[in-house]
């Protein structure tokens, strides 16, 4: 049985910055608590940005392909891209929509149509992140985001299984490979979430600095990163290689219908590059 | 832990709970939903701050604009503790506005607090003109008027009786009133606005306005500039806009580089005149290269009607019509387009290409521009349809509608009957094919004595200013023989109201009760105008029954004016015109607005009463709470509609297909205007037309198809014009004299608005003035530099302004915006726009104007503090007082485009300088009526008119029957 499409308009809703208006969404989904405006920075302004072209993109920056590539869908669906047509409140509000009017379309060839756009933005351009993005939140944040996290993972699983999604997608086929010793863009590739198959946020970096005891530096992910890399390269490569172990086996338990084979792959890349860049840097100490 | 689906369910019926009260359920501002709004819920008290943190509670009250004629939603924020409006914003209930305005929608508040608006009804108290006012109060007016109106109707004078409106801002509530008074005395300002392009639309389908669905386009063709400043400005642009974001081709016809052209993905600037030249070559390419659609042309042309009276005893077969349809054409060659506008071929053939392309999503429009601008403008619409027709986009997603399926005009609780005098000042018998009255020629004829007025009511209109001719019109409001009383009604000071007896103010849009519907998209809305103060202390649980009450000063509003003015004319209501003014629930009182617009709301309106109950609220208090309600979306093609079985009882056929039925009408609750076609011999009412052995709905023409050929015209003393063709204007280079130039007056200001803006204060900052567009390879021989003063010489006179040197313009081609130059007579004593008008000396010697700028704007102590900061004096040239009256002898339309010659400024010329001849005007006057072919010649059934054409205020049948034509002496 189908899910209410007010279901996806409501989860994307909550991503939104907080409003009195909430509390009725909240109630309806039976969510524990409430976000406050602290709790909304920290995860969707600080850690985890809602954009489909981080997770997307081969750099894990904002726009670029992926983004374009999503509002080309918008057009191709003769609607007028938003600002911002990748957003995840966005593509939930415009999976809501494709669902009402399939419903409420008599025509039976028309009617098919409509399902078949809904099956594409499900397959191409919420099943390709959301799952895995849906996974970190769960992880990293409190009470209500991470019940908010569970119910978006159950809720596109199951119209996975509802649609048949097929597992193959524009945006995972065209991702570079995965993140390269030696390469200059390592440690880049390493954050780019379609290459690595990591989500590696600031507070998981944090996390890193303090389970290898090394000092965390100001500044951007990548600069935190490559400075912990530098302070001790065997402790932070092998941080991170059970980073990519733990997201390997994330993957692997996605729900059904969830296609998540490209993640399982690269995550299980990753986790053998950084692997071997421990024993080497392992090797390095020992002979030093 | 519940299931997924028990979640979804719940949610769903938490948001229909919600809904039902009202409220709103997802938040904004949000990617959801367009909800960057307050929500509903919240709209009795909305907390604010301000730039200090400090808090102001607000009841949001909506309203919609009067700015333009787009009429979008309006939030009024009314300050709780003051009830004075604080601002206004968009309503995001407005299905046509969505929430958006333009810059003229929250400058309402400018003329809310301008603090030289007319607060008072005045009356003169020196000579008409003179500009010395007394005050007087509404019983005064309203007697003296009733009086003199009363007087004309029972002494057998009825067409002395003339209301003159600009932009109605309604859907028909004052002719209605006219026709309870039994006057044809409706005169607009169509034919020097639209009706040229309405009459293209209108010979094509019976229905004068296009409504084209931008938002579904693939392709969009405008010969406008509409992105900035067309009809329906704001609701198009927007999805103009929408359509381009989404990848659709944006096509522009603009001689200037106007906004809309910089947003062109093709932009031309053709030779002004030429457009239909370009047109015809495009419909040459579809048809040359098959890729018109056939099957929508078969079915939906009226082909055979024209096989039948074109070519007689050859074979009625489609593919014989369609040889000759690529013969017709033949001749409008790429190449012929490129000589006649001076557009590459090249460039033409890959518009063509373009168009070609868009198929069934093919949106056009045309309102003013070329068709305002030429002689045989109306042909640039009909040439513009013709592609639609061509590629069957006719009333199909992305493609262009006729505007009566999208609008929605509800039956009113009175419907008088029509007139049954024809009023020859406004409908003279030289333009029996005119859709909209000759207006602008109005002084001509009173100074010829064709008649005269007796009450004339100018009414958010200022002919003196925006008509062609302007001075003969001071010279006939100024003759008291002509013009017995004039009362102006209007918010503000303007050219016209100097000259009036009574100046009555009436609200501004934030000020009054109006209901309306526009075509904006594939839809059929109503918005509603209200005076929101009187909503908003409503809410507080006062009743206000006087407009007044809540109005500044005694301003007033023109519903509740016109039914105490229709009292006093019948106080006992001998006349029969009481009755239409009298309530239905209480015999014997007046009708109130409350009852006019709660009967209309509650009978007229499909699913208002239904969504109104839902919220447990009347269809009234629905509406003062919402402002607009959708009645309908996706309407699509009506004419494809089949006719229900039971209307084509004892129905038959005519030789073409048309079914004419004797089953009568039942009367439906949307009388939006459409053409009414002729009934048969026997009296049948058409009903449809036979479309492959299916009875459809078909259009309101008389062959209830498409007219491709129109008959009315080559009946009515025009056949070479029955096809869509090119006529050369009377601009064209061929008709110039050596060194003259075109000038395009056409355009407007994105962020003005005629004369209503007055002392807008915001809007007069962003733009006040309108210097002339010259191309350089112009200036350089002239000497003229950027700035330099020019002399423009038309053929009755001249103006003086400043030169902008421009490549935005066409070389040999000149323009300057009609949107400035208000002026104020030096010496009137009282009033005037202070922000916006100059102060000027206007001379007359004999027939010969003169006005000079004595001083343009300047700072000045008000209740505003912002007037000692006006740092502008400029505010433009008025140049329309220097054309001559230019009727376009089928529309009427006034062409605009002037032939000029531009010469650097002589010692004597100051800028703001005007001089105009009147006597040659009315010589100008005479030339183009004599290009006429009046009915008397030409009326093929002894009518003044087709009674098919539309009309505002329709007299009754008899009264189109010609006159017996005097001796001597002028027509009656």
């Known amino acids: ?288 | 832990m519940p299931g997924l689906e028990e979640i979804a369910a719940r949610v769903s019926a938490a948001r229909q709970d919600t809904a039902a009260r009202g409220e709103t359920f997802y938040p904004g501002a949000s990617r959801v939903h367009l909800a960057a709004f307050p929500p509903k819920e919240r709209w009795d008290d909305w907390v604010e701050l301000d730039a200090r943190r400090r808090e102001h509670r607000s009841m949001l009250v909506p309203t919609t604009c009067f700015n333009c004629e787009s009429a979008c939603g309006l939030l009024a924020y009314v300050d709780r503790e003051t009830l004075t409006v604080r601002k206004f914003e968009g309503n995001p209930e407005h299905p046509g506005s969505r929430g958006r305005n333009c810059a003229k929608g929250p400058a309402t508040l400018n003329q809310v607090t301008d603090p030289d608006r007319i607060l008072a009804p005045l009356k003169r108290a020196g000579a008409r003109g003179e500009g010395r006012w007394t005050q007087v109060s509404w019983d005064e007016a309203l007697d003296d008027i009733a009086a003199r109106i009363r007087a004309a109707i029972t002494g057998g004078r009825p067409n002395e009786v003339m209301y003159h409106v600009g932009r109605p801002g309604e859907d028909g509530f004052t002719e209605r009133v006219l026709a309870s008074w039994g006057v044809d005395g409706h005169n607009s300002h169509t034919n020097v606005c639209s009706s040229g392009a309405r009459a293209g639309y209108h010979f094509w389908t019976g229905i004068d306005r296009p409504s084209p669905d931008h938002a579904g386009a693939d392709v969009i063709l405008l010969i406008s500039s509409h992105l900035e400043a067309g009809h329906y400005f704001n609701p198009h642009a927007q999805r103009v806009m929408d359509a381009k974001a989404r990848g659709a081709t944006l096509i522009v016809f603009d001689t200037r580089l106007s906004n809309t052209a910089t947003h062109a993905d093709h932009w031309i600037a053709p030779q002004p005149g030429s457009e239909a030249a370009i047109l015809l070559a495009i419909a040459r390419h579809l048809i040359a290269t098959g890729r018109h659609d056939r099957e929508f042309v078969r079915r939906w042309w009226n082909w055979r009607e024209y096989l039948a009276a074109e070519h007689p005893g050859e074979e009625a077969t489609f593919e014989r019509f369609e040889r000759i349809l690529g013969e017709l054409y033949a001749e409008y060659t790429f190449e012929f387009a490129a000589a006649e506008s001076g557009v590459a071929a090249s460039v033409i053939a890959r518009i063509a290409e373009a168009v070609a392309g868009a198929g069934t999503r093919l949106s056009t429009h045309n309102w003013r521009s070329a068709a305002a601008g030429n002689l045989g403008g109306w042909q640039v619409s009909r040439c513009l349809f013709l592609l639609n027709c061509l590629l069957g986009a006719v009333a199909t997603e992305g493609g262009t509608h006729p505007n009566a399926w999208n609008k929605f005009v509800p039956r009113p609780i009175h419907m008088p009957g029509h007139p049954t005098t024809w009023n020859e000042l406004t409908w003279p018998v030289e333009y029996p094919l005119a859709l909209n009255e000759l207006s602008f020629l109005l002084p001509h004829f009173l100074k010829e004595g064709r008649g005269r007025l007796e009450v004339y009511f100018s009414r958010v209109y200022n002919p003196v200013w925006t008509n062609p001719d302007g001075l003969s019109w001071v010279e006939a409001l100024t003759d008291t023989d002509l013009v017995g009383l004039h009362a102006a009604l209007t918010p503000t000071w303007n050219e016209t109201a100097y000259f009036a007896d009574y100046i009555l103010p009436m609200g501004v849009g934030s000020e009054r009760h109006d209901v309306h519907s526009y075509e904006q998209y594939d839809g059929q809305w109503i918005g509603f105008r209200q005076p929101v103060l009187r909503a908003a202390r409503a809410r507080l649980g006062e009743t206000v029954t006087d407009t007044r009450d809540v109005n500044p000063g005694q301003v007033w509003e023109e519903n509740e004016f016109w039914t105490e003015l229709s009292w006093r004319i019948d106080p006992d209501g001998s006349l029969g015109i009481r009755r239409h003014h009298e309530s239905a629930a209480r015999p014997g009182e007046k009708l109130t607005v409350d009852e006019y617009y709660g009967h209309m709301f509650e009978h007229s309106v499909p699913g208002l009463p239904e969504a109104a109950a839902a919220e447990g609220r009347t269809p009234l208090e629905y509406m003062r709470r919402y402002g607009a309600f959708e009645i309908r979306s996706g309407v699509g093609p009506v004419h494809e509609e089949e006719v229900p079985a039971g209307v084509l009882d004892g129905a038959v056929d005519d030789a073409f297909g048309r079914v004419y039925s004797p089953v009568p009408p039942v009367p439906g609750p949307n009388i939006v205007p459409v053409a009414t076609p002729e009934p048969d011999a026997e009296g049948r009412r058409p009903v449809g037309v036979r479309v492959d052995g299916v009875v459809r709905r078909g259009f309101p023409t008389p062959s209830g198809r498409l007219e491709f050929y129109s008959r009315t015209l080559a009946e009515w003393g025009w056949p070479e014009h029955a096809l869509p063709g090119y006529i050369r204007s009377h601009v064209h280079p061929s008709a110039l004299e050596p060194g003259q130039k075109v000038l395009i007056s056409t355009f407007r200001l994105p962020t003005q608005i005629h004369t209503r803006g007055a002392n807008a204060k915001w809007l007069n900052e962003l733009a006040h003035t309108n210097p002339l567009w010259i191309h350089p390879d112009d200036a350089a021989p002239l000497g003229v530099a950027m700035g330099d003063l020019v002399r423009v010489e038309t053929e009755i006179g001249h103006f003086v302004l400043k030169a902008w040197v421009t490549e935005g313009i066409r070389p040999g081609v000149v323009a300057c915006s009609h949107h400035m130059g208000r002026w104020k007579p030096a010496g009137h004593t009282d009033g005037g726009p202070r922000q916006v008008a100059a102060t000027v000396d206007l001379a007359k010697a004999g027939d010969r104007w003169s006005m000079h700028r004595r001083r343009g704007v300047e700072p000045y102590g008000s209740a505003d503090p912002d007037t000692r900061r006006i740092w502008w004096g400029d505010v433009g040239v008025h140049q329309n007082l220097t054309f001559p009256v230019q009727p376009d002898p089928i529309s009427g339309q006034h062409c605009w485009h002037q032939a000029v010659r531009v010469r650097p400024a002589g010692p004597g010329d100051a800028y703001g300088d005007i001089a105009v001849d009147t006597a040659k005007a009315h010589a100008a006057y005479r030339r183009w009526l004599a290009r006429t072919r009046d009915a008397t010649a030409h009326s093929p059934d002894g009518t003044r008119r087709p009674y098919w054409l539309m009309r505002p205020l329709k007299p009754s049948r008899d009264a189109y029957l010609l006159a017996e034509e005097p001796a001597d002496g002028p027509l009656t």
Not at chain 1, 238 to 243: D, K, P, Q, V
């Open chain 1, 1 to 288: 049985m189908a899910l209410s499409p007010e279901l996806f308009r409501a989860l994307g809703a909550l991503c939104e910055p907080p409003d009195p208006a909430h509390a009725r969404l909240t109630e309806a989904l039976g969510l524990p608590g409430g976000a406050d405006a602290e709790a909304h920075t920290a995860v969707f302004v600080l850690q985890l940005v809602p954009y489909a072209s981080v997770y997307l993109g081969p750099d894990g920056m904002l726009g670029g392909r992926a983004a374009e590539r999503i509002a080309g869908f918008w057009r191709a669906l003769r609607l007028r891209p938003p600002a911002e047509p990748d957003h995840l409140a966005a593509l939930l509000g415009l999976y809501a929509s494709l669902a009402e009017h399939e419903y409420a379309e008599a025509e039976p060839a028309r009617r098919l149509m409509w399902r078949h756009a809904r099956r594409t933005l499900l397959a191409e351009h919420l099943l390709t992140w959301v799952p895995p993005y849906a996974q970190a939140v769960a992880a990293t944040a409190p009470g209500f985001h991470a019940a908010w996290a569970r119910l978006l993972t159950g809720a596109l699983a199951a119209e996975a299984q509802e649609l048949a999604a097929p597992p193959s997608a524009a945006h995972l086929r065209d991702v570079p490979g995965p993140p390269r010793p030696g390469d200059e863009t390592f440690v880049r590739a390493l954050l780019a979430p379609a290459r690595s198959g990591l989500i590696l946020t600031r507070a998981d970096l944090a996390r890193g600095a303090r389970e290898t005891g090394l000092g965390p530096r100001a500044g951007e992910r990548a600069f935190v990163l490559r400075s912990l890399i530098d302070q001790d390269p065997a402790a932070a490569f092998g941080w991170l290689a059970a980073e990519a172990a733990g997201w390997r086996k994330r993957h692997d338990s996605a729900p059904p219908g969830v296609p998540a084979g490209h993640w399982a792959d690269r995550a299980e890349s990753t986790r053998r590059a950084l692997t071997d860049l421990h024993h080497a840097a392992m090797e390095m100490t020992h002979v030093s």
